[in-house]
T-cell receptor, first 111, second 114 residues
Framework: GQQLNQSPQSMFIQEGEDVSMNCTSSSIFNTWLWYKQDPGEGPVLLIALYKAGELTSNGRLTAQFGITRKDSFLNISASIPSDVGIYFC???????????FGKGTLLTVNP | NAGVMQNPRHLVRRRGQEARLRCSPMKGHSHVYWYRQLPEEGLKFMVYLQKENIIDESGMPKERFSAEFPKEGPSILRIQQVVRGDSAAYFCASNRGASAYEQYFGPGTRLTVT
């Protein structure tokens, strides 16, 4: 099946630092979604991207839909302790409603 | 709270028993998706349902697993004769329709098979 390669697998940063993570695929996706999952909870939608090249922000979060439609990245600026969690990218192809997920990036923020 | 509801949050079953997981979609949503998450893995699609219809069950194991979304009441994911390998977190997501790409997830049911 299709796979999304998400990197890095984990990050340990100091409070206040900026963070960048990305997802790549060998297949084209028409929609990219970024989710955050806290321990014991379900994924929460952070940002949705619909067009190649699109750059979208949500507070301190910024995500971009790669121009080739095979990648996306998520930036978090000025990290705070509550940013801790697992960040997942997910892609959709065309009218196919199934979400294909990356394996996640575990973010730890040291106060 | 108009979010996606799932219950139970935690379920323990012995091998061979049946597990029933329930999902109530967000208000105004009539499309439900079930995903499974193994430890340290991303979510994997299992099945997509609309009211009284299974649209795509290509991610569901062929045996022991079934899903329904009746006209009234929650969507049910049913696992018969559970085995240890069924232990996972099962998430339900909903949206207004297949063309509404954003899917909103519930808190999940953590199934443990002993």
């Amino acid at each position: 099946g299709q796979q999304l390669n998400q990197s890095p697998q984990s990050m340990f940063i100091q409070e206040g630092e900026d963070v960048s993570m990305n997802c790549t695929s060998s297949s084209i996706f028409n929609t990219w979604l970024w989710y955050k999952q806290d321990p014991g909870e379900g994924p929460v939608l952070l940002i949705a991207l619909y067009k190649a090249g699109e750059l979208t922000s949500n507070g301190r979060l910024t995500a971009q839909f790669g121009i080739t439609r095979k990648d996306s990245f998520l930036n978090i600026s000025a990290s705070i302790p509550s940013d801790v969690g697992i960040y997942f990218c997910a892609g959709q192809r065309g009218s196919n409603y199934k979400l294909t997920f990356g394996k996640g990036t575990l973010l730890t923020v040291n106060p | 709270n108009a979010g996606v509801m799932q219950n139970p949050r935690h379920l323990v079953r012995r091998r061979g028993q049946e597990a029933r997981l329930r999902c109530s979609p967000m208000k105004g949503h009539s499309h439900v998706y079930w995903y499974r998450q193994l430890p340290e893995e991303g979510l994997k699609f299992m099945v997509y349902l609309q009211k009284e219809n299974i649209i795509d069950e290509s991610g569901m194991p062929k045996e022991r697993f079934s899903a329904e979304f009746p006209k009234e009441g929650p969507s049910i994911l049913r696992i018969q004769q559970v085995v240890r390998g069924d232990s996972a977190a099962y998430f339900c997501a909903s949206n207004r329709g297949a063309s509404a790409y954003e899917q909103y997830f519930g808190p999940g049911t953590r199934l443990t098979v002993t």
